[in-house]
């Protein structure tokens, strides 16, 4: 019933759009280029990926400084895996200047006269030692939104009607912040088959594959406004491992990772749809690397498996939530060893803010149990974190936002934000999925500073020089900042080694004026979700 008014409701949108793909639909030219989906290889390159419903031969990057002249090119690989309807296209480009903006196309866009067409850009990282400010996005937990995951309907009543939902204000503020980091938790294609028990999809089980699949298209197509935009730095969450999301009973038959096709285990979707630079700082595929933006040293941790010293992850072969996945180390400790000469091999002269950032946490206030609070990732990483004065440590999981002091091995550090020595935790999943939000657990622990599970939002982290960086929770609702504080760190700044070539600002405009703004820079897939967001209240 509802599924055939949402279909009624994208029939006229699609009608309104002609031409263009809703999101997770089979273009009529299977070479169409879609979900583009950049990432930092290093300063001076960057990943660019998209993909397609058919094989691309020599899949390649037009690029150039000068919106007239794409006359360079790089060239990449397209590759598929079993059970997936789609193909992704991988072209590192190369021998880029940092800091600077690029205009790019890629294979088979069409293009009659790509000028006119406005292409793509992409911004490469700024070195270290440049400590012009700049501002990042993170968001955790998202997934797919509209009628087939987060919506008014599903998420009642923390996505009300003429909420934004989290895509939609990322989109709006695209040009207010540098990178978007994703820390876990990508699309949440897995939550197909607790939406079929709770009668909100109607699929034949036999068929699921499909349904996953198309979630996982959806989302991708939905991000594009971003991801083509922005470098996208994704880290793996347990919902990236397989199809099952732990398995549920549906008509009286428990479902387990038997129901997963191959394609669908041990985060086969995630490698292949991504590639972060672990090349460049010598980690691991998309599971743990590192990468630098200006004054920022930016640290990926895999929470999920290769825990190192024997420690068991959640979602390790014989890990308690039966994932069956990883491990991903070529030995044991792999991981745990990379993440100390990262660390150790850090200039703080020329990225004096170091920032870590995995998916499971290890702080909240939350249910004491090993899938809620990780305490073999506590163990595996605090020491390190530690040792090491790492300034930041983020992460999600409880799906709930809680800013906490300082903390070292359980206690608040006595200088909370001004000049503490050890890392400041923030927990944000709140980017937004088919379930809600989850409870938080009282009494709180005496290290959470704000707590709230109302409302989905995602972070602003401005760093503006080698002191002060100032976290915000932006509600993606309507845009204004529910939470807000700044963390000061006592040391001496250098003036810039890296001359500034900074053609942005850390600013953002009011959220008003973002508003406003919106229809300038919604592309045709947001402004549709909009449609049916508003219109699913019927
Ligand atoms: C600075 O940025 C501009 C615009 O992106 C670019 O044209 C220029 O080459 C850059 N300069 C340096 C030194 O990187
Ligand atoms: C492409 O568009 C530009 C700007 O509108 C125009 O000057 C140019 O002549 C066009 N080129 C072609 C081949 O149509
Ligand atoms: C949504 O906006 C419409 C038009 O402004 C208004 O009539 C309606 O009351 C709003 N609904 C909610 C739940 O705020
Ligand atoms: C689900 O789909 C099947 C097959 O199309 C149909 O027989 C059944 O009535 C549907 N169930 C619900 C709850 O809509
Ligand atoms: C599930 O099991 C219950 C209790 O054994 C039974 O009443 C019900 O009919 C079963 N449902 C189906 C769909 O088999
Ligand atoms: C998961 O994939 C990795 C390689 O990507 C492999 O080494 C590992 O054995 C796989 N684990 C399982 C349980 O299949
Ligand atoms: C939570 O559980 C872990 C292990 O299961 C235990 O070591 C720890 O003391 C517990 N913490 C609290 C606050 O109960
Ligand atoms: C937030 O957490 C509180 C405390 O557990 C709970 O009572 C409330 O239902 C939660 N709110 C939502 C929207 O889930
Ligand atoms: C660093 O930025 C903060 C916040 O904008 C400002 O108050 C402080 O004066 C700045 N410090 C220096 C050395 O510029
Ligand atoms: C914006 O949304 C938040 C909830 O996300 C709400 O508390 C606040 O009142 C709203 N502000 C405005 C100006 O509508
Ligand atoms: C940044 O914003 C300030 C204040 O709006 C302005 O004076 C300055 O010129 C801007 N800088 C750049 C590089 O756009
Ligand atoms: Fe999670």
């Known amino acids: 019933m509802w599924l055939s008014t949402v279909a009624s409701v994208l029939a006229l949108a699609s009608t309104a759009l002609a031409q263009i793909n809703l999101p997770g639909e089979v273009p009529v030219n ?78 088979n866009t069409n293009c009659y006269n790509c000028s006119e067409l406005a292409p793509y850009t992409f911004t490469t990282a700024r070195p270290a030692g440049d400590f012009t400010p700049y501002t990042a996005a993170i968001v955790i ?46 699309a949440y294609a897995d939550s197909w088959l607790r939406e079929q028990v709770d009668g909100y999809l109607n699929v034949s089980i036999a068929d699921s594959y499909k349904i996953y699949n198309f979630l996982l298209n959806q989302y991708y197509d939905e991000l594009q406004p971003v991801t083509s935009r922005k470098p996208y730095m994704v880290v793996p969450g347990n919902h990236e491992s397989n199809c099952d999301e732990g398995g549920f009973t549906v008509e009286n038959t428990t479902y387990d990772l038997s129901l997963c096709v191959e394609g669908q ?71 745990i060893d990379w993440l100390e000469k990262d660390l150790a091999s850090v200039d703080r002269t020329k990225t004096p803010w170091v920032i870590v950032s995995g998916h499971r946490p290890w702080y909240a206030a939350a249910n004491n149990v090993s899938n809620t609070i990780c305490w073999n990732c506590k163990i595996a990483f605090e020491p390190l974190l530690l040792k090491y004065n790492v300034d930041m440590v983020f992460y999600g999981h409880i799906h709930m936002y809680e800013r906490n002091a300082p903390i070292a091995d359980g206690v608040p550090d006595p200088n909370e934000l001004n000049n503490p020595s050890a890392p400041w935790y923030i927990l944000n999943g709140l980017g937004g999925h088919y379930h809600g939000t989850s409870q938080y657990v009282e009494p709180f622990p005496s290290y959470v500073r ?33 939470d807000s504080a700044t963390l000061f760190k006592d040391r001496q700044c250098a003036a810039s080694i890296i001359p500034s070539n900074s053609s942005s600002n850390a600013t953002l405009p009011s959220a008003d004026k973002n508003v406003a703004g919106a229809m300038h820079v919604s592309s045709a897939f947001l402004i549709s979700m909009s449609v049916i967001v508003v219109m699913s209240l019927l």
């Open 450 to 482: 704000y707590i709230q599970n109302t409302t989905y939002g995602w972070s602003k982290l401005t760093f503006h020089n080698c002191t002060h960086l100032t976290h915000e929770f932006i509600s993606s609702a309507n845009g204004s900042v529910l």
């Open 30 to 107: 299977k070479l169409e280029p879609l979900q583009h989906r950049l990432a930092y290889a290093g300063t001076t390159g960057m990943y660019v990926s998209w993909n397609t419903y058919a094989e691309v031969k020599n899949p390649t990057v037009y690029y150039g400084e000068n919106v007239w002249d794409l006359s360079s090119t790089a060239t990449g690989i397209s590759i598929t895996y079993s059970s997936s309807l789609t193909w992704s296209n991988h072209v590192k480009v190369t021998g880029l200047k940092p800091d600077t903006t690029y205009y790019y196309i890629v294979s």
């Open 141 to 186: 937990d998202m997934g797919v939104m509209g009628p087939y995951g987060s919506s008014v309907k599903s998420d009642y009543p923390v996505l009300t009607a003429n909420d934004s939902n989290t895509m939609q204000s990322l989109a709006r503020y695209v040009d207010g912040y540098d990178l978007l980091w994703h820390p876990g938790d990508i």
């Open 265 to 335: 285990r041990n985060f086969t979707g995630y490698i292949n749809h991504y590639r972060m630079p672990s090349e460049e700082s010598g980690g691991v595929g998309n599971f743990w690397y590192s990468f630098d933006h200006g004054m920022v040293h930016y640290v990926s941790i895999n929470t999920e498996t290769d825990l190192g010293n024997g420690l068991i992850g959640e979602d390790d072969v014989n890990g308690p939530e039966h994932m069956d996945s990883g491990p991903f180390g070529s030995y044991p400790n792999e991981q």
